[in-house]
């Protein structure tokens, strides 16, 4: 399957080269002008545009009732939330950062993710909680979190991290116009490093699908969002040693998508799993459930996990050594190709 | 209920004593040290933000304008006592003791920067907005518990008052009764969103109205009115008397933070008429034969030299070390934690 050919089929005739922030952006501004139902909630949103400038210019074109400044609430605007989308609207909640999420814990574990089950499909809440995770950019404390488990561990909500500028459009989208709550990360690392072309138009990546983004033989090197990078690094220095890597990039988190996973760990035999968050409870672990589940008749070697240690995550000088790097990767690739 | 909640002032913008009551309690003694305090941590924080455009340290967010609020305050209290500061109260915590090197450091990335020196009653400076506030409560509570007469401070924001920890912090300080101020620095401000947009409410202090929590409205930059409104607050405290909730109003000078453009969302020319509150008492020093220029021009070297040695003990300071990682996480380190510990150590060792 060649997947930049499929790409460039699915692709309107205007294209902008985006960063990944500008790409989240024009999502949410495609779907403001396509439904009118859509708002957006949160902390210096409006005015200032977001304090990582993601939503910059929303609230001039579409006004203050659309794209609120709300009060400095996350159990505020996620609680709200769910009233306003039990009744009608769409809403997009920002959290500022990850690390600030907790306070919107207990709307979200109680309330988010079982109102549709709860109510037997009688009420639901279409709302996206987007929010910046993940270290890297010397900022202060707690804003480094990545907690992606413990959504993927909460039943009822999708969780969805994009790598690129071009899948943070599209997998915004599909979140936005998704029936069920999706908690939509954005790797604030990523934000600015790379610029794509990006369709102006709206468009969307399926949630539920990830993708093979490099081809290979030896062993399969499974990441998201941030991690895409380094993963991807350490498989040009192996590629370098003669080792052949399969780069997945998983894109949805909950749910995963099985049968990627299952087909390239068939072919290669091998598997290491790169995430930021810690090893302990890690959705690393959630994808060698599946690995066992689907492929451990083909495995060669012991699946391998890269990830951040079971420590808090650290105050910024440190933070270099709490992420996965391409040294860490390049480590695992080689202990699971010469087992 | 701004008519329920005025302003109060012991001085006006141009130094002026508007509160004769207050006459003979304000000496050279106390003029001086509330001075001193606030030309020192004014020094500390525009090397903070001087540090931070030439990359050598983090994000900073400045503090500015708000001296007399940090200063006034955390000089009402006594050695023993407690203080939950914010991210933006270096400026208070500096006073009460803190290490300046250390707090450099904390900018810096750098976990040193939350121990506080043997025997001073400081937390690590709260990033989760709010949070710190039941903390202080609880702190009180277990000097009260202990038979002690000592208090505890939390310093919050404006926009901190839309937490629930805010909520429950007042409601378990007044179920409760613990010795706690409750320090507000109303700063108009929460990052972009003015404190209008914050709240509808028109005053802060009436939030402790439906608490029970005595309040007062306080002008911030008036480092007397702080001073002298805090220390009233921490003898009804010391005396059994519950919490207080005390709103300064000041106004934050400059960004939020190092990496904030205020000309985004801040009307031009907004709070150019405001006074410095360092200005201020300068006007109310000269007005009454405080100006001492030769002992101003020796503070100035003083400090001066203290922040740059402070800054260079910071940069000599040995370099963050990937053990810190581990170390600190538990009393008993797991054991799973420990091989994570030594197959990294292992690896960055072998480069
Ligand atoms: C729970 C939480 N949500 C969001 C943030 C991001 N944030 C940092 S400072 C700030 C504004 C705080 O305003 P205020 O309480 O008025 O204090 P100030 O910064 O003005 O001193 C926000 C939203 C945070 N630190 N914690
Ligand atoms: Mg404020």
Redesign the interface.
């Known amino acids: 399957m060649n997947v930049k050919m499929e790409k460039q089929s699915e692709q309107k005739e205007t294209t902008q080269q985006l960063t990944m922030v500008q790409a989240v952006n024009d999502a949410m501004k495609t779907m403001l002008e396509h439904d009118d139902t859509t708002i957006i909630l949160g902390?210096?949103i409006g005015?200032?545009?977001g304090?990582f400038r993601a939503t910059e210019g929303l609230q001039e074109i579409f006004g203050e009732d659309r794209v609120v400044?709300t009060?400095?609430?996350e159990?505020?605007i996620v609680g709200t939330s769910v009233g306003l989308a039990v009744n009608g609207f769409k809403p997009i909640a920002e959290m500022q950062f990850m690390?600030?999420v907790?306070?919107a814990y207990d709307q979200i574990m109680t309330h988010v993710s079982r109102i549709r089950m709860k109510t037997m499909g009688h009420f639901s809440v279409p709302m996206v909680i987007r929010t910046p995770y993940g270290a890297g950019i010397?900022?202060?404390?707690?804003?480094s979190d990545s907690a992606e488990t413990l959504f993927t561990h909460m039943p009822g909500i999708k969780v969805v991290c994009p790598a690129t500028p071009y899948d943070a459009k599209g997998l915004l989208i599909a979140a936005i116009e998704d029936p069920d709550p999706v908690l939509f990360m954005e790797p604030m690392r990523s934000y600015r490093a790379q610029r794509e072309d990006v369709p102006t138009g709206k468009y969307s990546v399926e949630i539920g699908k990830g993708e093979k983004v490099q081809e290979g033989t030896d062993v399969t090197v499974i990441a998201w969002g941030a991690m895409l990078p380094v993963a991807k690094q350490a498989a040009k220095q192996a590629e370098q040693q003669g080792m052949s890597c399969e780069v997945l990039d998983l894109k949805t988190l909950y749910p995963l998508d099985r049968d990627l996973i299952a087909e390239s760990v068939q072919k290669t035999g091998r598997a290491v799993i790169v995430h930021e968050a810690h090893?302990?409870g890690g959705l690393g672990n959630d994808i060698m459930s599946v690995i066992n589940d689907t492929s451990f008749l083909y495995l060669r070697a012991p699946i391998e996990r890269v990830t951040g240690?079971?420590?808090?995550v650290?105050?910024?000088?440190?933070?270099e050594?709490?992420m996965p790097t391409p040294?860490?990767v390049l480590?695992s690739i080689e202990k699971a190709v010469h087992f | 209920m701004e008519e329920q909640f005025p302003i109060k002032k012991i001085i006006d913008d141009q130094g002026n004593l508007i509160d004769s009551s207050y006459e003979k309690e304000i000496n050279e003694e106390l003029v001086k040290k509330l001075y001193y305090h606030m030309s020192r941590i004014r020094l500390f924080d525009r090397k903070a933000i001087s540090l931070q455009r030439q990359g050598r340290i983090?994000?900073y967010p400045p503090f500015e304008g708000q001296e007399a609020s940090q200063v006034g305050s955390v000089l009402a209290l006594d050695s023993e006592d407690w203080v939950f500061p914010t991210?933006r109260d270096h400026g208070a915590t500096l006073t009460f003791g803190a290490d300046m090197t250390r707090t450099f450091l904390y900018w810096?990335?750098?976990?040193e920067?939350c121990v506080p020196p043997e025997g001073k009653n400081i937390f690590p400076a709260a990033?989760?907005?709010a949070t710190q506030i039941p903390h202080a409560v609880g702190a009180a509570w277990a000097e009260k518990r202990k038979g002690t007469k000592n208090v505890a401070i939390a310093y919050f924001g404006d926009?901190?008052t839309?937490?629930?920890?805010f909520h429950e912090g007042l409601n378990f300080a007044s179920v409760f009764k613990t010795p706690t101020i409750l320090f507000n620095q109303n700063n108009r401000y929460?990052?972009?969103?003015p404190v209008e947009?914050?709240?509808n409410s028109k005053t802060i202090a009436q939030k402790g109205l439906a608490y029970d929590i005595p309040s007062v409205r306080i002008d911030g930059n008036d480092v007397f009115s702080v001073y002298f409104e805090t220390k009233k607050a921490v003898e009804r405290a010391r005396q059994g008397e519950g919490p207080t909730l005390i709103e300064a109003v000041t106004w934050r000078t400059g960004a939020h933070t190092t990496?904030?453009d205020p000309t985004?969302?801040r009307p031009e020319g907004q709070g150019e008429d405001v006074i410095n509150p360092i200005e201020r008492l300068e006007n109310y020093m000269k007005n009454n034969d405080f100006w001492d220029e030769k002992w101003i021009a020796k503070i100035e070297t003083e400090l001066t030299e203290e922040v740059e040695s402070a800054l260079e003990a910071m940069e000599k300071y040995p370099p963050?070390n990937?053990e810190?990682?581990?170390d600190h996480?538990f009393t008993n380190t797991p054991s799973?934690?420990v091989e994570?510990?030594e197959a990294?150590l292992e690896?960055?060792g072998r480069e």
């Open positions: 902390e210096d005015k200032n545009g304090v400044d009060p400095l609430s159990a505020g690390g600030f907790y306070p010397r900022a202060p404390e707690v804003h090893g302990t240690f079971d420590v808090p650290p105050f910024f000088a440190l933070e050594h709490y040294k860490r480590q | 983090g994000t991210y810096n990335g750098r976990a920067g990033v989760p907005i926009g901190a839309s937490e629930g920890d929460a990052i972009s969103v947009k914050q709240m990496a904030d985004k969302y963050a990937p810190d990682l581990f996480v799973q934690l994570q510990k990294y690896l960055i």
